[in-house]
């Protein structure tokens, strides 16, 4: 991969207060404005981007692969999106199996750098993004079929990803919850109609 590489990344955007569940930092002044602590917080999740983009780019460089680097920031985690190029998909793997290994070795690396946990996410050539849009398909189209029919169903052992992105689906069908079942790695998704006789 050229040296341009790490000049090509898009800046991480400054996202708005921060989003999701996550308990902010202990090591945050409290004393802070809102929008203070907003610009601290994007200030952390570009700095773990960056991070996480530099070691990436190092282990492409050892490998001989080429890509650009795309740096967000979404629900209180920074994301990086590798995308451009040509032998990508091998770092994806069966069911994304190796893009879920570099993204824990890429949250060890921010952490060693940090000394604060990572919930960096990770993406390459695209394959979360498009993951994404066939588990909420796949969550849909269940939970309409459980209230339609009353039966529970299912669905196949997925990662912890995966199972959010079916259960936030499900969450938006009337008549229906979902609940996850099982043990790692084969734990997976029940979708079950609501019981409304009590």
Same mark, same amino acid.
């Given at each position: 991969?050229?040296?341009?590489?790490? =000049?090509?990344?898009?800046?991480?955007? =400054?996202?708005?207060?921060?989003?999701?569940?996550? =308990?902010?930092?202990?090591?945050?002044?409290?004393?802070?404005?809102?929008?203070?602590?907003?610009?601290?917080?994007?200030? =952390?999740?570009?700095?773990?981007?960056?991070?996480?983009?530099?070691?990436?780019?190092?282990?492409?460089?050892?490998?001989?692969?080429?890509?650009?680097?795309?740096?967000?920031?979404?629900?209180?985690?920074?994301?990086?999106?590798?995308?451009?190029?040509?032998?990508?998909?091998?770092?994806?793997?069966?069911?994304?199996?190796?893009?879920?290994?570099?993204?824990?070795?890429?949250?060890?690396?921010?952490?060693?750098?940090?000394?604060?946990?990572?919930?960096?996410?990770?993406?390459?050539?695209?394959?979360?993004?498009?993951?994404?849009?066939?588990?909420?398909?796949?969550?849909?189209?269940?939970?309409?079929?459980?209230?339609?029919?009353?039966?529970?169903?299912?669905?196949? @052992?997925?990662? @912890?990803?995966?199972?959010?992105?079916?259960?936030?689906?499900?969450?938006?069908?009337?008549?229906?919850?979902?609940?996850?079942?099982?043990?790692?790695?084969?734990?997976?998704?029940?979708?079950?109609?609501?019981?409304?006789?009590?």
């Amino acid at each position: 991969m050229s040296s341009a590489a790490g =000049e090509e990344r898009r800046d991480l955007e =400054e996202p708005g207060a921060p989003a999701g569940g996550s =308990e902010p930092s202990s090591e945050r002044d409290e004393s802070l404005e809102p929008s203070d602590q907003a610009r601290d917080r994007a200030a =952390e999740l570009r700095q773990e981007a960056d991070i996480a983009a530099d070691y990436l780019e190092r282990l492409l460089d050892l490998l001989d692969y080429d890509g650009e680097f795309d740096l967000d920031a979404a629900n209180d985690r920074a994301l990086v999106t590798v995308v451009d190029g040509p032998q990508l998909s091998t770092l994806v793997g069966s069911r994304g199996k190796v893009l879920d290994a570099l993204q824990e070795l890429t949250r060890r690396a921010v952490e060693r750098q940090t000394g604060e946990r990572s919930r960096l996410m990770l993406d390459i050539d695209g394959y979360r993004e498009g993951r994404r849009r066939e588990l909420t398909d796949l969550g849909l189209k269940t939970a309409e079929r459980v209230a339609s029919d009353g039966v529970p169903a299912t669905l196949e @052992p997925m990662n @912890p990803f995966e199972r959010k992105m079916v259960h936030d689906a499900v969450a938006t069908v009337a008549g229906v919850t979902s609940e996850s079942t099982g043990e790692e790695p084969q734990r997976c998704v029940v979708v079950l109609p609501v019981d409304t006789s009590g």
